[in-house]
């Protein structure tokens, strides 16, 4: 079954950088659209970034554009997000996600998610 | 990229049917059939409940509904169960080729 393990979370000071990792089996990851979404404390989820199955289509949210950068590695079935310039309203759990596309090549929805992991910006 | 408007609470008692509502506008929910909603249980990953509006996934209770008119959709939960106190969130296609959650609404089976 499909398997989405986030790991790199932890305590970095403001204005340091990250780099979260999430590790995927149980699906062809080459396949598929990627998502980071993320939810601060006692807040509701915010939508990161995604890209596309080739790599070539990426988009930000807003709140970290310039700031974050998604890419994937097919061979190792990985997916990153390298976050700079950190905030302390960047502190949250991140998550990464499927999306099903069903061939349109827009997301329609985000289908199997990690358990998480804790990013905490803090001095 | 401002965030759909959900109710923040909604309540109902074991056996009773509850409607949450998603409130958009014509460049998200009202202009794409690309509606989702998410069951989240605290500490636990997020779960996909409906997609395309109303389409449900393989083993989601036939008890979760969704619907969509104009820029509002709308998730119906029937007969009510215990276990479906959670969080819940809708999340829509933008026509800027992004992504965009509801606020969340917590469900409370009294």
């Known amino acids: 079954q499909v398997q989405l393990v986030e790991s790199g979370g932890g305590l970095v000071k403001p204005g340091g950088s990250l780099r979260l990792s999430c590790a995927a089996s149980?699906?062809?990851?080459?396949?598929?659209?990627m998502s980071w979404i993320r939810q601060a404390p006692g807040k509701g989820l915010e939508w990161v970034s995604y890209i596309s199955d080739s790599g070539r289509t990426i988009y930000y949210a807003d709140s970290v554009k310039g700031r974050f950068t998604i890419s994937r590695d097919s061979a190792k079935n990985s997916l990153c997000l390298q976050m700079d310039s950190l905030r302390a309203e960047d502190t949250a759990v991140y998550y990464c996600?499927?999306?099903?596309?069903?061939?349109?090549?827009?997301?329609?929805?985000?289908?199997?998610w990690g358990q998480g992991t804790l990013v905490t910006v803090s001095s | 990229q401002s965030a759909l408007t959900q109710p923040a609470s909604v309540s109902g008692s074991p056996g009773q049917s509850i409607t949450i509502s998603c409130t958009g506008t014509?460049?998200?929910?009202?202009?794409?059939?690309?509606v989702s909603w998410y069951q989240h249980h605290p500490g636990k990953a997020p779960k996909l409940m409906i997609y395309?509006?109303?389409n449900r996934p393989s083993g989601v209770s036939n008890r979760f509904s969704g619907s969509k008119s104009g820029n509002t959709a709308s998730l119906t939960i029937s007969g009510l169960q215990a276990e479906d106190e959670a969080d819940f969130y809708c999340s829509s296609y933008t026509s800027s080729s992004t992504l965009v959650f509801g606020g969340g609404t917590k469900l409370t089976v009294l």
């Open positions: 996600a499927t999306i099903r596309t069903y061939g349109s090549g827009s997301p329609h929805h985000f289908e199997d």
């Open positions: 395309d509006v109303s």
């Open positions: 149980g699906f062809t990851f080459s396949d598929y659209y």
């Open positions: 014509s460049s998200d929910v009202g202009g794409y059939n690309y």
